[in-house]
């Protein structure tokens, strides 16, 4: 992914922001709501786009527009660096590249002694029983 064509390619859109915090609530724009089309970016591959796709596919919209929002400070400025890193790290995990799950083998050793265990408390609970005095 390319991260300065993906930065440019976001849409923003100041709103104002609800919650406490009175008469300058109602009149500035603080919240910042960004957009970003993965199906039409040019930033990403077609491999990275259905990967994006299959492993952020709940938060995006019908449209595979991914819809983020910051309204954590009073800065309109501020909210739209913290959307902008909050997208980039969505993105990471977005196309991470799980790795390859190789099967393996217990080693004899670690064989051997889980069976050693196994009868060392099978003897135990053996002689907790009842003797037989037939």
Do not use: W, Y
């Not at 799950?101 to 002694?113: F, M, Q, V």
């Amino acid at each position: 992914m390319n991260k300065t064509i993906a930065v440019q390619e976001l849409d923003f859109k100041a709103v104002r922001s609800g919650g406490a915090g009175g008469q300058h609530v109602n009149k500035v724009s603080t919240k910042v709501e960004l957009s970003f089309d993965v199906k039409n970016s040019n930033a990403l591959s077609p491999n990275q786009k259905a990967r994006v796709i299959r492993q952020i596919n709940s938060k995006l919209t019908k449209d595979n527009v991914l819809n983020l929002s910051c309204d954590e400070t009073r800065s309109q400025h501020r909210n739209k660096d913290l959307a902008i890193k909050r997208f980039l790290e969505v993105m990471r995990i977005g196309l991470r590249v799980p790795k390859v799950r190789r099967k393996t083998k217990p080693k004899r050793s670690a064989i051997e002694k889980r069976l050693k265990s196994k009868k060392k408390n099978a003897e135990k609970k053996a002689r907790r029983q009842r003797p037989d005095l037939r």
